[in-house]
Antibody
Framework: EVKLQQSGDELVRPGASVKMSCKAS????????MHWVKQSPGQGLEWIGT????????SYNQKFKGKATLTADKSSNTAYMELSRLTSEDSAVYYC???????WGQGASVTVSS | DVVLTQTPPTLSATIGQSVSISCRSS???????????LNWLLQRPGQSPQLLIY???NLESGVPNRFSGSGSETDFTLKISGVEAEDLGVYYC?????????FGSGTKLEIK
């Protein structure tokens, strides 16, 4: 069974950074790219970027350049996303999704509050 | 960026009714490789999105065949032939032909 297990919900201070993980199982991690998607409260879906773990190549939505950094660890089949200089606008649920969109993580909520 | 306009924004249906959702793109989604990367997703309340249809009309494995997709270039439709209670949620179209990938604003399906 293909599964993407995301790390837990986070409460972070404004101006801080947060790094979340997405552990893949049930398939060969390097055979697929990984998308990251943002869902703000009560809102729709936004594509943040994609990483190709096999060659460590990333592509970003221009809107999230400088905000999000995508990495992957092939040895642990885990993708990571770090969000920096957090503001209230970054409070949202973040999903990882396999590039074919047939598998999604359960989502990780980030709340930015002092 | 490609803008995907979904209509209607909300839909109320009775069990067994057939419904359609439209997704119109600001640009053609026909890729240079000949494929059209327009997908449909369903997000049930409190859940992650799930893939229903990929490349316009291909039913994802395990998805009931009451769901079907059609269209080309800039106009696409998701049809549910005989709504069931489990179909409630928000439906999104999503394109992966042009960067950045973009999503429609969603259509909320309510069951009467």
């Amino acid at each position: 069974e293909v599964k993407l297990q995301q790390s837990g919900d986070e409460l972070v201070r404004p101006g801080a950074s947060v790094k979340m993980s997405c552990k893949a199982s049930g398939y060969t991690f390097t055979d697929y790219a990984m998308h990251w998607v943002k869902q703000s409260p009560g809102q729709g879906l936004e594509w943040i970027g994609t990483i190709i773990p096999l060659i460590d190549t990333t592509s970003y939505n221009q809107k999230f350049k400088g905000k999000a950094t995508l990495t992957a660890d092939k040895s642990s089949n885990t993708a990571y996303m770090e969000l920096s200089r957090l503001t209230s606008e970054d409070s949202a649920v973040y999903y990882c999704a396999r590039s074919t969109l047939d598998a999604w993580g359960q989502g990780a909520s980030v709340t930015v509050s002092s | 960026d490609v803008v995907l306009t979904q209509t209607p924004p909300t839909l109320s249906a009775t069990i067994g009714q057939s419904v359609s959702i439209s997704c119109r793109s600001s640009q053609s989604l026909l890729d240079s490789d000949g494929d059209t990367y327009l997908n449909w997703l369903l997000q049930r309340p409190g859940q992650s999105p799930q893939l229903l249809i990929y490349s316009v009309s291909n039913l994802e494995s395990g998805v009931p065949n009451r769901f079907s997709g059609s269209g080309s270039e800039t106009d696409f439709t998701l049809k549910i032939s005989g709504v069931e209670a489990e179909d409630l949620g928000v439906y999104y179209c999503m394109q992966a032909t042009h960067a950045p990938l973009t999503f429609g604003s969603g259509t909320k399906l309510e069951i009467k």
